[in-house]
């Protein structure tokens, strides 16, 4: 089983519609959790860190289930701009240090 | 503010080939990382640094080097290039362990043919 798997779309939204993606991952001893934001052939950037309580950054909200083991990344009112790969990123404490795990990817297409 | 910047954009190597993907950041970060993309593929560490002077493997080192002489500079070093090293290279940088927000350059895209 992958660390941290994500469906990699291409999940194709019309503009203004909700769209959500999940990632799970598979290490109860995970701490932290990011989704990034890639746009095709560019570098990837944060959108917004995943609190324990779930939280909200404008039309994006993020959610945490400890007990199922995945993250949520829920986007409302979608624009053409939200177009891109949303990668779920965790990080786990080892005895290396800690240790940044990237998803794959889910593709989001938002259309007219 | 430049954050992190990489150089080459692009490179071509043939079989065997060495060089030097190059890797600054004006943040004064300590934490450094190499990634590597394949398509379909999440990043995966090649190498990483803690602070100027110390360096350890990440999930994929082989066929890669490392130095880090200084806080900004962190250059990777391809000594036999292979086609398996076809990728995009991504340095990244960080303030510190917790939360570890990481700070990506614009990448590097590399083909060995």
């Known amino acids: 089983r992958k660390e941290v798997e994500q469906d990699p779309g291409p999940f194709n939204v019309p503009e203004g519609a909700t769209v959500a993606f999940n990632c799970t991952y598979s290490?109860?001893?995970?701490?932290?959790f990011f989704w990034y934001r890639q746009d095709c052939r560019k570098e990837p950037k944060l959108l917004m860190s995943v609190y324990s309580s779930g939280n909200e950054d404008g039309r994006f909200t993020a959610q945490l289930n400890r007990a199922s083991q995945y993250i949520s990344l829920l986007i409302r009112d979608s624009k053409l701009s939200d177009s891109a790969t949303y990668l779920c990123?965790?990080?786990?404490?080892?005895?290396?240090?800690?240790?940044?795990?990237f998803g794959t990817g889910t593709q989001l297409k938002v259309e007219l | 503010n430049a954050g992190v910047t990489q150089t080459p954009k692009f490179r071509i190597l043939k079989i065997g080939q060495s060089m030097t993907l190059q890797c600054t950041q004006d943040m004064n970060h300590n934490y450094m990382y190499w990634y590597r993309q394949d398509p379909g593929m999440g990043l995966k560490l090649i190498y990483y640094s803690v602070g100027a002077g110390i360096t350890d493997k990440g999930e994929v080192p082989n066929g890669y080097n490392v130095s880090r002489s200084t806080t900004e500079d962190f250059p990777l070093r391809l000594e036999l290039a292979a086609p398996s090293q076809t990728s995009v290279y991504f340095c990244?940088?960080?303030?510190?362990?917790?939360?570890?927000?990481?700070?990506f350059g614009a990448g590097t895209r590399l083909s060995v043919l």
């Open positions: 990244a940088s960080s303030y510190d362990e917790v939360p570890n927000i990481q700070y």
């Open positions: 990123v965790v990080k786990i404490l080892t005895g290396g240090g800690n240790k940044l795990t």
């Open positions: 290490n109860s001893a995970s701490q932290s």
